[in-house]
């Protein structure tokens, strides 16, 4: 508790896939993920929301705040709206996440 109200926590989240992105108004984060509509999600003002996106890197979110638990729980729940899928890597990781991928189908060869 004292590491956070004196230098306080963060967590930074990407999105890998073609096509995501992210942006936000206030505490307001919009997330464009693949779906058919935009989802968005209102941080509680204890958590400081920035949000990156630039040429050649993917779309990224940093979080700040000096709750840890809440911070937490904010990105597990930021994350469980597209969970990375082992088959492509697509869906929303923490930064330095190392996705297990697996091999996917095979053609049958007779």
């Known amino acids: 508790m004292v590491t956070g109200v004196s230098s306080g926590f963060s967590k930074k989240m990407e999105l890998v896939g ?20 935009p989802i968005y999600f209102l941080i509680p003002s204890e958590v ?6 630039e040429k050649g890197e993917s ?21 469980s709206y597209r969970k990375p899928e082992p088959y492509k890597g697509k869906g929303i990781k923490f930064a330095g996440e190392v996705i297990r991928r697996k091999a996917g189908k095979t053609s049958g060869k007779k």
């Open 59 to 79: 779309p990224s979110i940093l979080m700040e705040s000096s709750d840890k638990q809440l911070l937490g729980q904010v990105c597990a729940k930021i994350r």
């Open 18 to 37: 073609v096509g995501y992105r992210v942006s936000n108004t206030g505490n307001l984060l919009e997330l464009l993920i693949g779906y058919s509509h």
């Open 48 to 53: 400081s929301l920035t949000t990156k996106m």
